[in-house]
């Protein structure tokens, strides 16, 4: 179970597939994660190496994603 105690967004891939297409000096551009989290669609990832182009997913809880934009578990704490 994620807690998101620090700012790290647990995303999985849609297609399994895609990490293992992934080179390690890969230049990946993550788009619109803040909607993607909130609304539970897709984020998009343009890969500017190759140009292909990543699905993630993340499913997080309401909690989870009123702590996440705050910076983590001790900030949504604190500022409580």
């Keep these: ?3 998101p105690r620090f ?3 647990p995303f999985v891939f849609e297609n399994p597939e895609d990490y293992d297409e ?3 000096e890969d ?3 993550f788009e619109k994660i803040r909607e993607a989290v ?3 669609e897709p984020a998009r990832v ?3 190496t190759n ?3 990543i ?3 993340c499913k997080l809880t309401k909690r989870q994603k009123e702590i996440l934009p705050g910076g983590g578990l001790i900030n949504y704490l604190k500022n409580k």
């Design 1 to 3: 179970d994620y807690y």
């Design 7 to 9: 700012r790290f967004i």
């Design 22 to 24: 992934l080179e390690q």
């Design 27 to 29: 230049e990946l551009v």
């Design 38 to 40: 909130e609304s539970g």
């Design 46 to 48: 343009v890969n500017k």
């Design 51 to 53: 140009g292909k182009e």
């Design 55 to 57: 699905h993630l997913r």
